[in-house]
C-alpha cells in the first residue's frame, strides 16, 4: 500500500496527513481524510492573541484557513549592510530547529516579500506568520498589509515584476513608516567609526531625506516595490515593535553595564531615530524611558536619559541634535562621562557624526545581537501561531 507523506506543522516534528491524497488510497480513506480537512477548514478561529492583527471573523478580507496547512513564520527585517544582515540572521538561528522561517529583508519592500512568501511555499507553508522586526509597531504595517492583499493599495504586479505604479504611492506613506525607523537605519552608518565616514555613509543612505523621498528607492540594497504579492497563503501580522517589548530592557542593561566602569560618575544616554509627529514622539519617549528602568535598577548611574533624534525631519533634528549634545558635554563637565546606547535594532546609525569631537563611550551594537531579541521574536511567533490567518482578499 501506498505510504502518505507527512507535512511539518509548527514545531518541527509535529505533522498533519498531506492535503493531496496520494493515488493508492482507497476511496473510502480518501473521503474520510477530505472531510476531515473540511471540517477543519470551516472550524472559527476568531479568537485573537495579544500582539497580533487577526481578521475577527472568516468572511472578513477573504479569510482562508486550512487545517491541514503548515505554519511558517517570515521575518521582516530592514536589511542593509553584511554585518546588519548577519545579525538579523543570527536572531533567528535559534528558533529553526523549532520552526520553518525565512526572512524577507527591506522595508515592507514587495519584491523581497514576495521571495520569502515563495520560499515558505515551497517547504507546503501555506500558514504564514509575519514578524516585523522593527522598533516601533506601527513601522509600515498598512503598506505590509496591502502588498500581502489584507487590504486594498496595492496594485497588481507588472509583467515586468517593477511594480513601479505603487512605488510613488510607497513613498506618500514613507514618512509615516518611518514611525518606528529606528530599525531601518542602521546599516548605512554601523561601523562608522568618525565624522566623514559617519557623514558620507549617512548622506548615501538619506540623500534629501527629509523632503525627497525619491532618495530610499533603492534602500539598503531593495527596490521598496509596492506591488500585491502572488500568494494563496493566509497571513497573521504582529503588532508589537521591539520598544513596546519587555524584554528589551535586558539589552540596555546589559549594554550599559558592559561599558561601564564607575557608575556613580556615569550619565547614560538611550538614543533613538524617532518619528516626525510630536505626539508620536513623546509616545516612543515614555516607552524608552519605561525600558530604561532597567538600566536605573541595573546599576546607581549618575543620569539615565532618553531622546529621540528624529534623523529624518530636519528642522525637528537640528533641536534634538542640541539636546543630545548637552547631555554629553554635561557629563565631561560633571567630571564624568556619557555612555551612548542606540536604540536601533542594529548599529550605531547618524550618532557617530552627531557626536563627533565629544567625549563618550558606545560599542555601537544596537539591539542585536543579542539572546533577549531571539526570545521577543519567539513569543511573536506562538502569539501568531495561536491566533487565526487572513487570505488575500478576492482580486
Known amino acids: 500500500m501506498t505510504t502518505r507523506a507527512v507535512r511539518r506543522v509548527g514545531p518541527r516534528g509535529a505533522s498533519v496527513p498531506s492535503r493531496q491524497l496520494r493515488a493508492g488510497l482507497a476511496p473510502a480513506a480518501a473521503a474520510i481524510a477530505l472531510g476531515a480537512l473540511l471540517a477543519g477548514a470551516c472550524a472559527p478561529r476568531d479568537v485573537a492573541a495579544p500582539g497580533v492583527a487577526t481578521s475577527a471573523t ?3 478580507a477573504g479569510a482562508t484557513e486550512p487545517s491541514a496547512s503548515a505554519f511558517g513564520v517570515l521575518v521582516m ?3 542593509g549592510t553584511p554585518e546588519w544582515n548577519q545579525a538579523v540572521l543570527e536572531a533567528v538561528k535559534p528558533l529553526k530547529a523549532r520552526y520553518t522561517i525565512e526572512v524577507a529583508f527591506g522595508m515592507a519592500d514587495a519584491a523581497s516579500l514576495q521571495e520569502g512568501i515563495r520560499r515558505l511555499e515551497a517547504q507546503d507553508v501555506g500558514r504564514i506568520g509575519v514578524v516585523r522586526l522593527f522598533v ?5 504595517f498598512e503598506r ?3 502588498i500581502l492583499g489584507l487590504r486594498p493599495g496595492a496594485p497588481p504586479r507588472t509583467e515586468h515584476g517593477a511594480g513601479h505604479a505603487g512605488h510613488a504611492a510607497g513613498h506618500a506613506d514613507h514618512a509615516a513608516g518611518h514611525a518606528g525607523h529606528a530599525a531601518g537605519h542602521t546599516g548605512h552608518a554601523a561601523g562608522h567609526t568618525g565624522h566623514a565616514a559617519g557623514h558620507a555613509g549617512h548622506a548615501a543612505g538619506h540623500a534629501n531625506h527629509g523632503t525627497d523621498h525619491a532618495g530610499h528607492a533603492d ?3 531593495h527596490s521598496m516595490e509596492l506591488f500585491r504579492v502572488d500568494t494563496g497563503a493566509s497571513f497573521a501580522l504582529t503588532t508589537e515593535g ?9 539589552v540596555l542593561a546589559d549594554r550599559a553595564a558592559a561599558l561601564s566602569k564607575t557608575p556613580a560618575r556615569e550619565d547614560v544616554l538611550i538614543l533613538a531615530h524617532g518619528p516626525g509627529d510630536d505626539a508620536e514622539n513623546e509616545r516612543w519617549l515614555t516607552k524608552l524611558d519605561a525600558l530604561a528602568g532597567a538600566v536605573r535598577a541595573q546599576a546607581p548611574f549618575r543620569r539615565v536619559n532618553v531622546e529621540t533624534l528624529r534623523e529624518d525631519w530636519p528642522e525637528k533634528r537640528v533641536e ?5 549634545r548637552a547631555f554629553v558635554e554635561r557629563a565631561s563637565r560633571d567630571q564624568g562621562k556619557a555612555i551612548v546606547i542606540p536604540f536601533r535594532v542594529q548599529g550605531f546609525g547618524p550618532y557617530a557624526e552627531v557626536l563627533h569631537g565629544l567625549d563618550y563611550v558606545a560599542d555601537r551594537k544596537g539591539l542585536i545581537p543579542h539572546a ?3 526570545t521577543w521574536i519567539e513569543r511573536q511567533i506562538a502569539a501568531l501561531e495561536a491566533g487565526s490567518f487572513r487570505g488575500p482578499a478576492a482580486r
Do not use: N, Y
Request: glycine share 14%; charged share 25%.
Open 320 to 324: 534634538a541634535e542640541k539636546r543630545i
Open 372 to 374: 533577549a531579541v531571539s
Open 136 to 140: 516601533s509597531g506601527e513601522s509600515w
Open 144 to 146: 505590509t498589509e496591502q
Open 242 to 250: 521591539l520598544a513596546d517589548a519587555p524584554e528589551i530592557g535586558a
Open 219 to 221: 534602500h539598503g540594497g
Open 58 to 60: 472568516a468572511s472578513e
Open 77 to 79: 527585517a530592514h536589511g
